[in-house]
C-alpha cells in the first residue's frame, strides 16, 4: 500500500537536504575566502559544482524513473549526499576535492528533484498537485531560512565551517529513514510512461519555450541568493538574515500558493513573478542599511512561485512529457546556475577593479562592485515579463478557443 504522507513528509526532508547544501555552503564562503585564499572565480566555480550536478543527476534520472523507480533514485541520492558531505569535511581546504564534494552534493539534490517531483504529481491530481507541488517546494526556501540561520549563529560563535556541514547531514538521515521499505506511485498513464513520447511532447514549441524561460528564471532566482553573503556584506544589513528574510517569504508563499494560483491563473502568476524579481533585484542594487530588508521581500515575493509553477505547468499543459519533462526542465535551471555561477564571480572581481581604479576603498569598494553586480542580474527578470506577457496572453487565447 503506498503511504502518501510518509512519501511526501520524506520528499519535504530530502529538500530540506537540498536547501541546507545550498544556504550553509553560501554562509561559509566567506570563511573559504579568508583561510584557503580562494579568489571569487574560484568560490563560483566551486559553487557551479554544486548546480553542475544537479542537472546531471535530474535528466539521467527523468531518463530512467520509469524503469527504476523513484524509489532507487532516493537510495543513490543519499549514498551520493553522505560521500559530498564527508568529502566536504575532510577536504582541509583542497580546492579539487572541494570541487568534487560539491560535485556529489549536486547530484544527490538532483536526484531529489528527479524523483519527488514526478512521484507528487502521481500521487495528486488538478489543484491538489499544484498545491503540493508548491507545499513540497517551499521547503526549498524554508530549509534556506533554518540553514541560514544556523549558519550566522555558527559562524558567530566561531565553530568552524566543517561544523556547518555536518548538519547538512541530519535531514538526510531523516529521509532516508521516511523513505525506507515505501512503495512509490505508479505513472498515471502509459503515455507518460513511455520515453519516447516524451520526448516527442518535449519537441513542441511550448515546451521549448518553456525550457528558454527555465534558465532565466533559475538564475534570477539562484543567482543573487548564493551571492548575497559576499555581494551585500558591506550594506549596513546582515547578509544571512537578508538571506532568511528572502527564503523565509518564499516558504509562506509558496505555502498559500493553491488559492493565488487559482484566483489569477499559473500563467499570471509567473508574470506578476517576473515584475516583481525585477523590481526587488534593481532596488538591492541601490539601497543600503534596514531599507535593503524591504528590498529582499519584494524581490522574494517575486521569485517565490517561480520553479514549483514552471514545473507545475509543464506537468499540466504537456503532460505528455512525464517525468522526463519535469526533470529537464529543473535540470535546465540548476544547468544555467551552474554555467552563471563563475561568471558572476568574475563580475564581481571586475566590478572590484572598475571601483578601485574610480578610488572606492575598503568597505565602499565591497559595496559598490556588489551592487553593480546586481544592477547587471536585474536583465535576467526583465527579459522574462516580455516572455511571460507573451505567455499569459497565448494561454488566455487558447483557453477561449
Not at 512519501?7 to 537540498?18: D, H, K, N, Q
Not at 524503469?67 to 566536504?88: D, E, N, P, R, Y
Not at 544527490?108 to 499544484?130: F, L, Q, S
Not at 546586481?374 to 499569459?392: E, K, R, W
Request: proline share 3%; with cysteine; aromatic share 12%.
Amino acid at each position: 500500500m503506498i503511504n502518501k504522507d510518509r512519501l511526501f513528509y520524506g520528499s519535504c526532508f530530502a529538500l530540506i537536504t537540498t536547501a541546507f547544501s545550498f544556504s550553509i555552503r553560501a554562509g561559509i564562503l566567506d570563511q573559504l575566502a579568508k583561510q584557503y585564499g580562494f579568489t571569487g572565480e574560484q568560490l563560483g566555480t566551486i559553487n557551479s559544482m554544486w548546480f553542475l550536478g544537479f542537472p546531471i543527476s535530474m535528466i539521467v534520472g527523468g531518463l530512467i524513473y520509469n524503469s527504476v523507480g523513484g524509489k532507487k533514485i532516493m537510495q543513490f541520492a543519499f549514498l551520493a549526499h553522505t560521500i559530498g558531505i564527508l568529502l566536504t569535511i575532510f577536504s582541509g581546504g583542497n580546492y579539487m576535492t572541494l570541487l568534487i564534494s560539491t560535485l556529489l552534493i549536486g547530484l544527490g539534490n538532483g536526484c531529489t528533484e528527479a524523483a519527488c517531483n514526478p512521484m507528487i504529481a502521481d500521487a495528486y491530481d488538478g489543484n491538489k498537485m499544484n498545491a503540493m507541488l508548491n507545499k513540497f517546494h517551499m521547503w526549498f526556501p524554508g530549509g534556506i531560512v533554518i540553514g541560514s540561520l544556523i549558519s550566522k549563529f555558527m559562524t558567530e560563535a566561531n565553530t568552524g565551517w566543517e561544523a556547518q556541514i555536518w548538519i547538512i547531514l541530519l535531514p538526510a538521515i531523516i529521509y532516508a529513514y521516511l523513505f525506507w521499505g515505501q512503495e512509490f506511485p505508479k505513472p498515471k498513464n502509459e503515455v507518460a510512461a513511455s520515453v519516447g513520447e516524451n520526448i516527442k511532447a518535449m519537441l513542441s514549441p511550448l515546451f521549448i519555450f518553456m525550457f528558454a524561460c527555465m534558465a532565466l528564471t533559475a538564475i534570477s532566482e539562484f543567482g543573487p541568493q548564493q551571492w548575497v553573503g559576499l555581494i551585500l556584506s558591506k550594506s549596513g544589513a546582515d547578509p544571512m538574515l537578508l538571506l532568511a528574510i528572502t527564503t523565509g517569504t518564499m516558504a509562506v508563499a509558496r505555502f498559500f500558493a493553491g488559492p493565488v494560483i487559482h484566483k489569477i491563473s499559473q500563467t499570471g502568476v509567473l508574470l506578476v513573478s517576473a515584475v516583481l524579481a525585477t523590481i526587488g533585484l534593481f532596488l538591492l542594487s541601490k539601497v543600503t542599511g534596514g531599507t535593503a530588508y524591504a528590498a529582499a521581500f519584494v524581490y522574494a515575493c517575486g521569485i517565490a512561485y517561480f520553479w514549483p509553477n514552471m514545473v507545475g505547468f509543464v506537468a499540466e499543459k504537456i503532460p505528455a512529457s512525464g517525468a522526463l519533462g519535469m526533470s529537464v526542465i529543473g535540470g535546465v535551471g540548476m544547468f544555467s546556475s551552474s554555467i552563471f555561477q563563475p561568471i558572476i564571480g568574475n563580475w564581481i572581481d571586475g566590478a572590484k577593479t572598475e571601483a578601485a581604479a574610480q578610488g572606492f576603498q575598503g568597505d565602499a569598494l565591497e559595496l559598490a562592485a556588489g551592487q553593480a553586480t546586481l544592477s547587471t542580474m536585474v536583465a535576467f527578470p526583465a527579459i522574462l515579463i516580455v516572455a511571460f506577457i507573451g505567455l499569459y496572453f497565448w494561454t488566455k487565447n487558447l483557453k477561449k478557443a
